[in-house]
């Protein structure tokens, strides 16, 4: 008996110890007694989903979270305006009205597991950023030579690599913690491959997997099983420049078909627009083309950078911008974005940009 009192005093006190509720708790020294608003992110849009009266200074939050999520605390200034993971739990929020935003936030451990995470980044990009000063110096005053600037690239470069492993192992060793699928979906998702970015998402436990941040990245990985290497193309039809509709699998089954997403707005799109061409115009008579697919939301402006760029293979567009259904189709993300296509209708690469898709048609064409 004694024995069973024991276990259930201890019983009692985990359950204690667990909330199943949040309570935020603010103090903002020297504030006016004002509305404060508490936000979260839906369809990409911060919704008001409580508020309170700040008095002297002290304001109040209580509610329930299914799963720790990204919330926003806003006081009377737009620029005034607090980002946390919020977790049901016991959290304060401490700081001064003459800046808000560096206020100190205490009891959420997946704040406080970001909070590791950004100071993590800060020290690992410490040595880019000086490498970047080095490049805008000598680009400033005339002594970056080419032999300078590929150097200081070629270091960019390792210090970048450095970054990413880190970034992944952290999301690796946290797969328990919302945070995990938080950095994996903003900054790995599209840096991984398949099987990478499927090793880390298998690991989530079934308690976060209500998480928006899981299902995006659940959503994601159906989408890139179908568009792997190896596997057929998705059929699509688009409005090329002139309003007549163009079914993709018409122009396939003879060429090498670089599947190419791009806009007239996307400053990276334009620069590689010139290799494009050149490649374009030394394998057009050997085997390969391309089909353009346009992100643009104003047709002018996408008509003009066909001309301006002279792209002379298929285009297509239902200028929709990032609404556009074919992009969404292939998951794609951000632009320029591609799929190499061979005559057979199978995915042979993605994403191959510059000298390294230049290589890739010398293999198969030259």
Partial sequence: MRKLLAISSVAL????????????????????DQMVVLKTMQDNELVAVDSTMMTNGKFEFVGSVEVPDIYAVD?????????????NSNITISGNVDNIMSSEIKGSATQDLLLEFNQMQEELSGPMMEIQQKFQTAAMDGSLTPE????????????NDKMMKSVKQFALDHTQSVLSAYITLTQLANQLSFQE????????????????FVIALNEKLDIDKLTAVGQTFIDFTHPDPDGN?????????????????WAGWCAPCRQENPNLVNLYNQYKDKGFDIFGVS?????????????????????????????NPVAKMYGVQS???????????????????GEDLAKKLAELLD
């Fill in 197 to 212: 970015l499927d090793s880390i998402v298998s690991q989530f436990p079934k308690e976060i997997q209500t998480s928006p």
């Fill in 335 to 353: 632009i320029p974005a591609n799929l190499l296509i061979s005559p057979e209708g199978k995915i042979l690469a993605k994403n191959l940009r």
């Fill in 13 to 32: 006190m985990l359950l204690s110890c667990s909330t199943s509720e949040y309570k935020i708790n603010g103090t903002i020294e020297g504030a006016t």
């Fill in 295 to 323: 992100l643009d939301r104003r047709k002018q402006e996408w008509l003009d950078a066909i001309k301006d760029d002279e792209l002379a293979w298929h285009q297509v567009s239902d200028v929709t911008g990032w609404e």
């Fill in 75 to 87: 006081f009377k200034s737009p620029e005034d305006r607090l980002i946390l993971f919020l977790e």
């Fill in 245 to 261: 509709m163009v079914t993709f699998s018409s122009v396939t089954g003879e060429n090498y078909i670089l599947l190419d997403f």
């Fill in 148 to 159: 300078l600037e590929e150097q200081l690239r070629s270091e960019f470069m390792i210090e």
